[in-house]
């Protein structure tokens, strides 16, 4: 059974750090990502990673300021979130691709999801 599970979330002020993780079981996965929904907004691309080569891809908004990584041993892909803006909160979901080949940012191509993880960010 495939299963991703997000933790790590909590409530930081502006300018603080936080570190997501998230941990994939069932099958194997070629690239993963964080994606993140606002409430009354669109779910939105913030970053990936292709598991095998360890490439990276950032949203604009994040660049600079989150990092993803992976520990392939563990099976856990990791966010580290730096200089955190109050812009930044948002339920954020951890996602998977087992298509070796794409490298897209739409949420339609990701075909397993974690349930979330609650960032709030106060100013």
């Known amino acids: 059974q495939v299963q991703l599970v997000e933790s790590g979330g909590g409530l930081v002020q502006a300018g603080g750090s936080l570190r997501l993780s998230c941990l994939a079981t069932g099958r194997t996965f070629y690239r993963m990502a964080w994606f993140r929904q606002a409430r009354g907004k669109e779910r939105e691309f913030v970053a990936a990673?292709?598991?095998?080569?360890?490439?990276?891809d950032y949203a604009d908004s994040v660049k600079g300021r989150f990092t993803i990584s992976r520990d392939s041993a563990k099976n856990t892909v990791y966010l580290q979130m730096n200089s955190l803006e109050p812009e930044d909160t948002a339920v954020y979901y951890c996602a998977a691709d087992g298509n070796f080949f794409r490298r897209s940012r739409a949420t339609t191509d990701f075909g397993s999801w974690g349930p979330g993880t609650q960032v709030t960010v106060s100013s």
């Open positions: 990673i292709a598991v095998s080569v360890s490439s990276s």
